[in-house]
């Protein structure tokens, strides 16, 4: 059984809304062994959308659509997809009481708008998906060889209903089918080419899981999907793989899933009873936004300065001003001093510092931009390490960060955790 998720709204074209309906869906759909054929998004207009619609059934035995299904004029999913199924839209009288009780019910005193009627307004034939949350109703309808699902567009709703009602029905159609379990790899510290020459025969010969790779700031991301008839054995399978890819990527992989650099820092420092203070100067406060991002993080880290200007390096961490002009702010020689005494001055077990060029403007033919110093200071040691980013003032801040979480990863690495 193969599957196509149609997003509709003239909103999701115009970049005013992000369609995250589409991704929840799809790995629903992979939960229940259904493969996804594709995604199309389309706007408030009849023909475009009938045009979409028709298309997916005919190429896809399952179709799911969200949005549209609102009381107001531009809301035409219901029309278009009855005219498709050659079927008469049919007022159904309980579905307009319910809506006009929960009017009631979350609107006390206020008139009821008429308009709301027309959602009441379901194809001839069609299956009522019941909506506990909204006043849009939802329907499943047979358009030539596919059974077409019809949801809101508000996640809320729309997750509840699939829930109870649409995942069930494609459990029917299916029984005893497959599953689809996918389990990503986040590694960072290595790019997606080097990474790719390490796994390129694992890439070439695996067929189950399959293997799919993401480059983002963050670093590259792996995902094995895995199709078995439970989702033990497809988490069997994925095991075994993800063993072989540990073991060419040592170090490199940092966590699974939606784990986040700062989350897995924040355990080690945990586990090992480590305490952690900042200093940051191209970064602005994003290594400690992050850190503090993670409940608990009051746990391990202690303090964390933005020493912006070369005033606030001498005045609050005691950067001699004589080092500065010797070396400039944006040296090695500097970021390891702020790393030592943001460590000093918060009598934390490790420093962290960043002083860089985020640009688009400050660089030079020495000093270009994207060029960035991060230090790491303990009470044996004292080291900074010399970057170079390419992208946005952005993008160079957030990778910095990473780098910076990542370096402190690793030196997590070599400290035993204590009990």
């Not at 149609?6 to 062994?33: C, F, K, M, P, R």
Request: charged share 20%.
């Amino acid at each position: 059984m193969n599957a196509e998720i149609v997003a509709i709204g003239t909103e999701l074209l115009l970049g005013q809304n992000v369609d995250t309906n589409s991704s929840w869906i799809a790995q629903q759909l992979a939960l229940l062994g259904v493969d996804v054929y594709g995604f199309q998004a389309v706007g408030d207009n009849e023909k475009r959308l009938e045009s979409a619609l028709k298309l997916a059934c005919e190429r896809s035995n399952v179709v799911l659509t969200t949005g549209g299904l609102g009381p107001t004029v531009d809301d035409v999913t219901r029309k278009v997809i009855a005219r498709l199924a050659q079927k008469q839209l049919v007022f159904h009288e309980d579905i307009a009481k319910a809506i006009e009780q929960r009017f009631a019910r979350f609107r006390p005193g206020k008139p009821f708008p008429k308009v709301n009627l027309n959602q009441a307004f379901i194809p001839q034939g069609a299956a009522v998906v019941p909506n506990a949350n909204g006043t849009a109703p939802g329907f499943i309808i047979k358009v030539g060889k596919s059974q077409l699902a019809c949801l809101p567009g508000v996640p809320s709703e729309m997750k509840a209903m699939f829930e109870e009602t649409i995942k069930p029905f494609l459990k029917s159609l299916s029984p005893g089918g497959t599953v689809i379990k996918s389990r990503v790899y986040r590694t960072t510290g290595i790019d997606e080419s080097a990474l790719n020459e390490k796994i390129a025969d694992i890439f070439e010969s695996s067929t189950n899981p399959t293997i799919g790779v993401l480059a983002h700031w963050e670093g590259v991301d792996i995902r094995l999907s895995a199709k078995a008839e439970s989702v033990e054995k497809a988490d069997a399978l994925i095991e075994e793989l993800g063993k072989v890819l540990t073991t060419r990527l040592p170090n490199y992989i940092y966590g699974w899933n939606h784990d986040g650099l700062e989350t897995i820092v924040g355990q080690m420092l945990t586990t090992r009873h480590m305490t952690l203070a900042t200093a940051e100067s191209c970064t602005g406060g994003l290594i400690a936004h992050r850190v503090t991002q993670v409940s608990g993080s009051s746990n391990y880290f202690l303090r964390g300065y933005v020493v912006y200007s070369n005033e606030a390096k001498d005045e609050a961490l005691k950067v001699d001003p004589q080092l500065i002009r010797q070396k400039g702010a944006v040296s090695k020689e500097v970021a390891e001093v702020l790393a030592t005494n943001v460590r000093k001055a918060a009598k934390a077990d490790i420093g962290l510092s960043t002083t860089g060029i985020a640009g688009p403007t400050g660089g030079s033919s020495e000093k270009p931009v994207g060029l960035v110093y991060i230090g790491l200071s303990d009470e044996q040691s004292t080291q900074a390490f010399e970057f170079r980013f390419t992208g946005s003032r952005e993008t160079v801040k957030k990778r910095a960060s990473q780098a910076a979480l990542e370096l402190l990863r690793r030196h997590c690495l070599q400290m035993p955790a204590r009990d």
